[in-house]
């Protein structure tokens, strides 16, 4: 009864990442890679067949390893971008409302969707 009363994740999914999510389940690949920071990647396994990089941790590719080059893509995704595109075969990119803004994206990168603060990256 506690967490009916007080609406708050993880019981409770903000409208704005429901339709982000539903968004994802038209349109990845099955098993596709995704990077987002660790709120929404402990939420995207519940809702879709992706991977995720970090975040929850049996779908998370070598959780502790990443945790630096994530950090270093949500501030400077130039910099970061290549190691970690290479290395985890990233398909796909999550900016939420909560990320530092970035520095700019990679020409590589096409942005598919951009909604009430989030965005998704295709990487080509």
């Known amino acids: ?22 968004f994802l389940i038209n349109l990845a690949n099955d098993r596709a890679v995704v ?9 995207l396994p519940a ?22 080059f994530v950090a270093t893509w949500l501030s400077d995704p130039e910099q970061a ?3 970690l595109m290479e290395t985890f ?10 990320d530092p803004p970035a520095s700019g994206y990679p020409k590589t990168w096409e942005l598919i969707y951009d909604r009430a603060g989030y965005q998704v990256f ?3």
Request: without cysteine; hydrophobic residues 35%; charged residues 25%.
């Open 1 to 22: 009864l506690d967490a009916a009363s007080k609406p708050a994740s993880p019981v409770f999914v903000q409208t704005e990442r429901t339709q982000l999510y539903s």
């Open 35 to 43: 990077l987002a920071n660790k709120s929404v990647s402990n939420e």
């Open 47 to 68: 809702w879709t067949n992706m991977r995720v990089v970090i975040g929850h941790g049996p779908e998370s590719l070598e959780n502790s390893v990443v945790d630096p």
């Open 81 to 83: 971008a290549k190691n």
């Open 89 to 98: 075969e990233i398909s796909y990119l999550i900016k939420s409302p909560e």
């Open 122 to 124: 295709r990487v080509k």
